[in-house]
């Protein structure tokens, strides 16, 4: 069997060169060939894992939920996906605390090697596609508009000092969501789509089915332009509480999303596009290894 392992150098707060070798060994304990590709650049390991379909059995990926994603939206469309195992070392890895992968790289080796694999939905948005949350409004910038230093200075607190900054200069989303069945419309602090146990380092939705076809959207209203305080203490409650006590909640597996031209919206914490967008989930969409 062949495996390919592609790893981002600026992930997380420790460089990753220094595991590599360890990895590479471990690997060949169970893989005849493991090929090692470092992303070199904003979205290369999307390209990267593009080429490694019909070439190789298994993807490990070892970076953030970005650098995932960037996977995902390689192999999305492929026929011959390889099997992806997952080595979280980012800031806040959400998708590795859903999977319940170690954080310990040692430990998530095992897994890869000793795991099983389980079907796992994905979603498209537009031309683009995502694993885990899909979301605008309140907090949904700080992701992708933290400093690279600040995060690997303080880690995920540096979310927290960026994202406090802009909390009453946010624009609340002027959105209507179209579904079989009915529409809802109106201004919102925070919208929220969902197929993760864990968002931000908080775990909102521990009973998430992660390849049940359905994502989790969450609602949270607002009235004025600005995201009020109001709005501000319902997303707070949001992730103190889960999402159960907050917002208008569906679980919808295709809609279409209509709101302004200019609405950043964030898929698996990076900038992904502005303005509307047609959403569907991707049924068991990869195969990932988990304990």
């Given at each position: ?136 409004g309140l907090f949904t910038e700080t992701s992708y508009s933290t400093r690279q230093k600040d995060k690997k200075r303080i880690g995920k607190l540096a979310y927290f000092f960026h994202g406090c900054k802009k909390l009453l200069k946010t624009n609340s989303v002027d959105l209507k969501i179209s579904f ?46 600005k995201v009020s305080m109001k709005g501000i203490f319902k997303v707070f409650s949001l992730f103190v509480c889960g999402l159960q006590r907050q917002g208008i909640r569906l ?41």
């Amino acid at each position: 069997m062949k495996c390919a392992f592609i790893y981002n150098p600026n992930s997380g707060k420790v460089k990753q060169e220094k595991y590599k070798d360890y990895i590479v060994n471990k690997l060949l304990s169970k893989y005849e060939v493991v090929d090692v590709f470092p992303s070199q650049k904003p979205r290369h390991a999307t390209l990267l894992a593009k080429e490694a379909c019909g070439r190789y059995d298994t993807l490990v990926v070892m970076g953030g939920d970005g650098t995932l994603s960037e996977v995902i939206n390689g192999i999305a469309e492929e026929e011959n996906k390889p099997v992806i195992g997952y080595i979280p070392h980012g800031t806040v890895n959400d998708v590795g605390h859903s999977l319940k992968l170690p954080r310990n790289v040692k430990k998530c080796i095992d897994v890869i090697l000793k795991g099983k694999t389980l079907s796992h939905d994905i979603f498209k948005a537009n031309d683009k596609y995502g694993i885990y949350v899909c979301c605008a409004g309140l907090f949904t910038e700080t992701s992708y508009s933290t400093r690279q230093k600040d995060k690997k200075r303080i880690g995920k607190l540096a979310y927290f000092f960026h994202g406090c900054k802009k909390l009453l200069k946010t624009n609340s989303v002027d959105l209507k969501i179209s579904f079989d069945g009915g529409e809802i419309e109106g201004r919102f602090a925070f919208v929220l789509v969902l197929n993760s146990r864990s968002v931000a380092g908080f775990k909102i939705n521990g009973k998430a089915k992660l390849n049940d076809g359905k994502m989790d959207i969450l609602l949270v209203k607002d009235k004025g332009k600005k995201v009020s305080m109001k709005g501000i203490f319902k997303v707070f409650s949001l992730f103190v509480c889960g999402l159960q006590r907050q917002g208008i909640r569906l679980r919808l597996d295709r809609f279409t999303v209509e709101t302004r031209d200019d609405e950043v919206i964030n898929i698996d914490g990076e900038n992904a596009f502005t303005g509307g967008f047609d959403f569907q989930v991707l049924k068991n969409g990869i195969e990932i290894i988990v304990p």
